[in-house]
């Protein structure tokens, strides 16, 4: 059974720095295209950073310099370093995950996702 689990979510206060984690189970991340999103209250859902299989990555302008995406494929996890986190990052963050090479930025290219998890900047 795929599974995508994310982690790492809280409250921090603008300014500071989360690390979110994707764990994926019952696939590899050496044929898996993998795609963060968020999705803040009122709002559709974004593209926040994709990874190729080969480690290309992808950002969004409102992100780009703040955020990196990294994996380690022997621990099945890919990770998403967030700093000088603003007001407006406030939203789910979800991982999503796809068979495939390159980097898709399209949310219904991607089969598995994970639950969210709650990421809240606030002073």
């Known amino acids: 059974q795929l599974r995508v689990v994310e982690s790492g979510g809280g409250l921090v206060q603008p300014g500071g720095s989360l690390r979110l984690s994707c764990v994926v189970s019952?696939?590899?991340?050496?044929?898996?295209?993998i795609g963060w999103f968020r999705q803040a209250p009122g709002k559709e859902r974004e593209g926040v950073s994709f990874?190729?299989?080969?480690?290309?990555?992808w950002y969004a302008q409102s992100v780009k310099g703040r955020f990196t995406v990294s994996k380690n494929n022997a621990k099945n996890t890919v990770y998403l370093q967030m700093d000088s986190l603003k007001t407006e990052d406030t939203a789910v963050y979800y991982c999503?995950?796809?068979?495939?090479?390159?980097?898709?930025?399209?949310?219904?290219?991607?089969?598995?996702w994970g639950q969210g998890t709650q990421v809240t900047v606030s002073s």
């Open positions: 999503a995950a796809n068979r495939g090479v390159y980097i898709s930025t399209d949310e219904r290219w991607y089969a598995h």
């Open positions: 019952g696939f590899t991340l050496d044929n898996y295209v």
């Open positions: 990874l190729s299989v080969g480690g290309d990555t």
